[in-house]
């Protein structure tokens, strides 16, 4: 009985080699059944003479004329086609192989599969542990809506990278460039809730913007050098700012009241950071300084009174040692600092107070960067010897992964001492800490693996030094980047692609370098300032709100002279009084003009005046000076 008129030749030779093997195993009886159903069936490899015609030639025959074919041959076989196919397409995990395996482990992959993945409507519906699966690296293109909605529907979630495709990022533009200070603004912050934007600038002012709609709220006054940084507490209650006059001032955010003025630091304030460990009624807020001191400032958060002596510790090992930089750990626990001495210094608060717990001296050069990761215990700190390394505690000792600024990406090094002329500009993680970014004198973002030190991408698109790189705080795949060459670049690290670029350019006076830049807390709006004292505010959707307002804006009692007392506490000079209990001010442009009254009324406090009202009184002195009266 023939039934092989549907098998092809090489159908054929398999069932040869299958039987051939079974035969050398355990399963003879296994062997002699399906080698009776062949012979019976006709489903082995013919012979065929010299005029075509196929001539059946049964088992035994087979094995006498194939000698050169072992029993275990298509064991051989499979054996080889794992590392022969590696070499075209990698597998996820090298070295294993497998016939059963699934996508890049798979055995009938190929690149196509691989780079090239399409999901259908169910994969969208489809959830692991309750929630929605994360889409692959490889898909082809961008989910379409209308598999996302359905299953939204079908169980209450969707997956943010379906919902959000990078392409997305394109649609983002800029809503206003306002000109809010007279000279470089260094620090830009949002609030926990992202209604407020705050920034701080060497006119020594702290200025207070709406986020909605791009409106100057409020200038807090004080400080009499150049603001250094900016922190915001977790409970969004109150703001400080550290300045090169060596006091750290701290407002309440919701009265602007002066709480604190905080004179610990002999030197400049370089940074500062509020702890986010909860330990009943009592916070923390850490300051570094130019004197080589770091301090923890204890206070309340139901009075909000601050001690007025901080827990200092005096890590100045030689003269001139400064603190350059602090990073806490995601819960608080753990304080990593940076300083010109080349060494890491990591803080511990597990007890009633910080103790410093080690000293790492691994870089040959200032430390003037790290970062704590957001969801984990590992933190990276960059150096001007050339090298970020990414720490974290194993074994009872902090070991650390090298990251070689003059590393390619084909993973060679270039010679010792060839790393000499870089130096690391600023460090950074994505948001689930599966990347690590840095950013180095070459202008050239690099991309690495923090758990193996491998160099994933290198992201060229600036063309001087960067200083701001800033992960989405909700989306894993952007990155955000700003230098001094007025370039902002949204990058997605998943491709190492760039998304979408801004130019600061600034008519008449070339481009601005943007100094820093921040996210709102939910990803949808972020904030640059830049050396010519502007805001530049960026976000989705329409511009109008942002359109009512005057290109300049600033208060008439911006800059007018204040008084201190023994505690650093001012007065306004003119009037005797608080700034912050001042009436409301008028809105001027950069010489001090008042600008017309419907702009006026932008003016907390000033928005139900009537038109009268919103016309200042302007007097001279006996110099000759403009004063409002």
Known sequence: MSGNENFSQFDLELYFLIVRLLSSGPCKKTAEVLKHELEECQLLPKRIDWEGQEHF?????????????????????????????????????????????????????????????????????????????????????????????????????????????????????????????????????????????????????????????????????????????????????????????????????????????????????????????????????????????????????????????????????????????????????????????HVVRVFCFTGPVPEKICELEAHNDMVDSIRYGNCSNQFVSGSKDGTARVWHYERQEWRCIVLNMSTKTTGVAAAAGGNSKLQVTMVGWNIDDTLVITASTDFILKVWDPHTGKLIYELKGHEDEMFVLEPNPVDTRIMLSAGHDGHIIIWDLDRGQQIKSFFNLIAGQGHGAVFDCKWSPDGQLFSATDSHGHLLQFGYGSDEKHKRNPCEMFFHTDYRPLMQDANHYVLDEQTQQPPHLMPPPFLVDVDGTPHPPHYQKLVPGRGKCSHQQLIPAVGLTPSGQCIFI
Not at 160 to 189: D, K
Not at 197 to 213: C, E, P, Q, R, Y
Not at 277 to 305: E, H, Q, T
């Open 57 to 341: 030639r049964s088992l035994d025959s087979l094995i006498q004329f194939y000698k050169h074919i072992p029993d275990d041959y298509l064991k051989r076989i499979c054996q080889r086609i794992g590392p022969l196919l590696d070499k075209d397409v990698p597998t996820n995990v090298t070295g294993i192989h497998s016939l059963l395996g699934a996508g890049r482990q798979s055995m009938l992959r190929t690149k196509e599969t691989i780079t090239k993945t399409v999901w259908t409507s169910s994969d969208h519906v489809a959830t692991f542990h309750g929630r929605p699966a994360l889409p692959p690296t490889s898909l082809a293109s961008p989910p379409h809506l209308m598999d996302i909605l359905p299953s939204r529907q079908l169980h209450g979630q969707m997956c943010h990278q379906h919902a959000l495709p990078p392409h997305i990022y394109n649609h983002v533009s800029m809503f206003c460039r306002t000109l809010g200070h007279l000279t470089a603004v260094y620090c830009v912050a949002f609030d926990k809730l992202g209604q407020y934007i705050f920034t701080g600038a060497d006119d020594h002012l702290v200025k207070i913007w709406s986020s909605i709609d791009g409106r100057l709220l409020a200038t807090l006054r004080g400080h009499s050098a150049e603001i250094t940084d900016l922190a915001i507490s977790h409970d969004n209650c109150l703001l400080a700012a550290g300045s090169c006059d060596k006091l750290i001032r701290v407002w309440d955010l919701k009265t602007l009241t002066p709480l604190a003025v905080l004179h610990g630091h002999t030197g400049i304030v370089t940074s500062l950071e509020f702890c986010p460990l909860p330990r009943g009624d009592v916070r923390f807020l850490a300051s570094a300084g130019g004197d080589g001191n770091i301090c923890y400032w204890m206070y309340s958060i139901k009075s909000k009174n601050f001690e007025s002596k901080p827990v200092k510790f005096i890590e100045r090992s030689r003269a001139g040692v400064q603190m350059l930089c602090l990073s806490f750990s995601p819960g608080g626990i753990f304080l990593a600092t940076g300083s010109s001495d």
